[in-house]
């Protein structure tokens, strides 16, 4: 699979949802968005099965919470890091979680970062800003294996 420049935002609360999205539109994160409402269907998308059967590309980024329905966000995170296909995937754990032990596992598991949703909108703004700054701008991918 290729890399495109979609995000997928895997993401339940749906306030949490247009907050975000209503973040990337303001700081001009003009790449698609695709949202997983359920850990099921973030691995459906990003593993090309079910409604996503066909789906040749992988996303840029993944933004991914970790209290998710029918499959919680770590258990997504470590099925992602178990095939080859997305072991290299950016994952940036994106919650509003303080937990120390969320984090490590999430660490353990493989994300690449992990960020606490702010509670303020001016700092969840800036915080996207940044993030997309660096994921979708300065960091440079893995080489695509041919």
């Known amino acids: 699979m290729n890399r ?7 993401e339940d609360n749906s306030k949490d949802e247009e907050l975000t999205l209503r973040a990337l539109r303001k700081n001009n994160i003009s790449n698609d968005v695709t ?4 850990g099921a269907e973030a ?4 593993f090309a099965r079910g409604a996503y059967a066909g789906r040749d590309t992988l ?3 993944v933004l991914l919470d970790l209290k998710l329905p029918k499959i919680d966000g770590l258990e997504v995170l470590r099925q992602l890091r178990a095939h ?6 950016p994952v940036v754990i994106l919650t509003t979680s303080n937990d120390e032990k969320d984090r490590l596992a999430g660490y353990r598991n493989g994300a690449n970062s992990y960020v606490r949703k702010p509670v303020d909108f001016s700092e969840f703004m800036d915080a996207v800003r940044q993030l997309g700054l660096y994921w979708l701008i300065l960091n440079e991918p893995p080489p695509t294996s041919e």
């Open 4 to 10: 495109d420049r979609t995000i997928l935002l895997v």
């Open 59 to 61: 996303p840029q980024l």
């Open 35 to 38: 949202v997983a409402r359920d």
């Open 43 to 46: 691995l459906d998308y990003l």
């Open 84 to 89: 080859e296909s997305t072991r290299l995937l």
